[in-house]
């Protein structure tokens, strides 16, 4: 009966063990399983980062080559605006040289043009000018005429 007993105990100690034994074995399998999939799933979830920055990376170059040309363009622009403007100017000024001149031969304004025959040509402008183009009077030692 002890020894029956003993038996019973040590057989059901190996069961024990046994169960033990697989359960442990199984808890490392399944850990080992858990680690693998949570490998492949950092994996995949790199594979997608990489994925996203290439395609970032890949929008960023886009966006950069638009905005240098953009800015190739405004500069373009810019240039042609200012050629425009400064021929704008140039014939502004030519138009202006040529209202100066015609103003100064038909006379109005005189000042600073020569003399015109408008207002502001002074007082003592106004005597005849024949007497200007005479000969030499006796005070300038000539002969009266």
């Known amino acids: 009966t002890l020894m029956s007993q003993s ?9 024990a063990e ?3 034994e697989t359960a442990a074995v199984r808890m490392v399998e399944k850990a080992k399983a858990k680690e693998a999939l949570a490998e492949r799933k950092m994996a995949e979830k790199l594979e997608k980062a990489k994925a996203k920055d ?8 886009a966006m950069a080559a638009k905005a240098e040309k953009a800015m190739v363009k405004a500069l373009e622009r810019a240039e042609q605006a200012a050629a425009a403007e400064k021929a704008a100017m140039e014939k502004v000024a030519v138009a202006q040289a040529e ?8 006379g109005g ?3 600073g043009r020569g003399r015109g025959r408008g207002i502001g ?3 003592g ?5 024949s007497e200007e183009i005479t000969t030499p009077g006796e005070d300038e030692g000539g002969v009266s005429p």
């Open 7 to 15: 038996r019973k105990v040590s057989t059901s100690q190996a069961a």
């Open 18 to 20: 046994k169960a033990a």
């Open 54 to 61: 290439e395609k970032n990376a890949e929008r960023a170059a």
């Open 99 to 106: 209202a100066a001149e015609a103003k100064a031969c038909e």
């Open 109 to 111: 304004s005189a000042r």
């Open 121 to 123: 040509r002074g007082r």
């Open 125 to 129: 402008r106004k005597r005849d000018r």
